[in-house]
């Protein structure tokens, strides 16, 4: 189970962006949540991803409380989340190729003995040819570098899947695509997923379960 409890964040602590939110996710189950621009829905998210510390309240990993943010979180819970951004020029390293790109989570947490592996073995899965691989960021379109970084998500097999409006700039059938390629990959492993969006009828269609935010 994945907990939310009491969280308060934002940017500035005189004026949080997310007041006292809590949200559980059950083992295997999907949660969207839905809400209007600037609601706070992404921090929230980067919160729950352990990439972002709240100013108050707890993120519980399988009952685990979270015991550090970013790169001071500790191993076992960073490697519990895959993340899939938005923007994922913003979230790819511009001087790797999409081959490195995907494999830097295990990289980081010393698994390169697996990287060549796994990734050979999801390259198709999210539709990305060998010649697609061994080019940069700047050498692929927004929907090919967002399969990448959907491979990237999945590639140290996490518990925990943060969807943050990971498709908004894709078109409908490199959505379709990629929400497929999630939800095999948690049919087969049973991760949860929380996938933040505005775009209702596909979170609806998508999740078990969606939360409405009010208003900004
Ligand atoms: N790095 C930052 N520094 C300062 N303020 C920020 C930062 N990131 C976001 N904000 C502000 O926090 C508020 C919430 O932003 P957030 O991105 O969490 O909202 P959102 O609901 O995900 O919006 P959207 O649907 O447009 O992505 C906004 O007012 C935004 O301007």
Redesign the pocket.
């Known amino acids: 189970m994945l907990e939310l409890r009491g969280i308060t964040a ?2 500035d602590r005189r004026e949080p ?1 997310v007041r006292d939110v809590s949200l559980t996710i059950g083992d295997g189950e999907a949660v969207g949540l839905l ?10 998210a980067r919160v729950a991803a352990l990439l972002h510390r709240p100013d108050a309240g707890t993120v519980v990993i399988d009952g685990e409380p979270a015991r550090g943010w970013r790169h001071r979180a500790p191993r076992e819970q960073r490697t519990a989340f895959g993340v899939v951004f ?1 923007q994922p020029r913003q979230s790819a390293d511009p001087r790797l190729r999409l081959r490195d790109l995907i494999a830097e989570p295990l990289r980081a947490t010393g698994r390169r003995a697996e990287a060549a592996a796994r990734v050979d073995g999801l390259a198709p899965v999210v539709g990305l040819s060998a010649e697609l691989l061994a080019r940069r960021p700047h050498e692929v379109s927004d929907g090919q570098l967002q399969r990448a970084c959907v491979a990237r998500a999945l590639v140290a097999r996490p518990r925990w899947l943060i969807c ?2 990971m498709t908004a700039m894709l078109d409908a059938s490199t959505t379709a695509a990629l929400v497929g390629v999630v939800e095999e990959y948690r049919r087969e492993s049973g991760a949860g997923l929380l996938a ?1 969006g ?1 775009d209702a009828v596909l979170l609806e269609r998508w999740c078990d379960r969606t939360v409405r935010w009010g208003s ?1």
Not at 35 to 44: E, I, R
């Open positions: 934002g940017y962006v809400g209007p621009s600037g609601c706070g829905k992404s921090t929230l938005q943050d409006e933040v505005h900004p």
